[in-house]
């Protein structure tokens, strides 16, 4: 038995996988601290989405010299609520937010900011 090669047992094949799948497995083997940090560019044209700033109304506000119970009371919200919204905790309802900057006797789009100025 001494120098006698051991056959292998013939296996099938793996049958090729395709190049989605190939790239999901890659992924989801990627360590979790590669992650990026960075979104790409937007090619030029793309709208930038837009979203209510909560800073800016507490500076609209405050220039207005309005107090967060006159916002409210003219709003027809609570004063949590408006402490919500200037804090970045909740957002508007578009009618809601349309009230605030008719009270405030600005347009609107005085309380939008783009999504990566809104976080800032």
């Not at 038995?1 to 090729?16: F, Y």
């Not at 083997?29 to 992650?35: D, F, S, T």
């Not at 578009?94 to 900011?113: H, N, W």
Request: charged share 30%.
């Amino acid at each position: 038995m001494h120098g006698v090669a051991k056959e292998r047992p013939v296996t099938a094949a793996r049958p090729p996988r395709d190049a989605n799948a190939e790239q999901d497995e890659q992924a989801r083997l990627r360590p979790a601290w590669r992650v990026r940090l960075r979104d790409p560019p937007r090619p030029l044209g793309v709208p930038v989405s837009r979203t209510f700033s909560g800073p800016r109304l507490r500076h609209q506000r405050r220039l207005a010299g309005l107090s967060v119970h006159d916002v409210a009371a003219r709003v027809g919200r609570s004063c949590w609520s408006i402490y919500a919204y200037e804090r970045g905790q909740a957002v508007p309802p578009i009618p809601v937010a349309d009230a605030i900057a008719d009270t405030l006797g600005l347009p609107l789009d005085r309380f939008l900011a783009d999504d990566r100025q809104a976080v800032a």
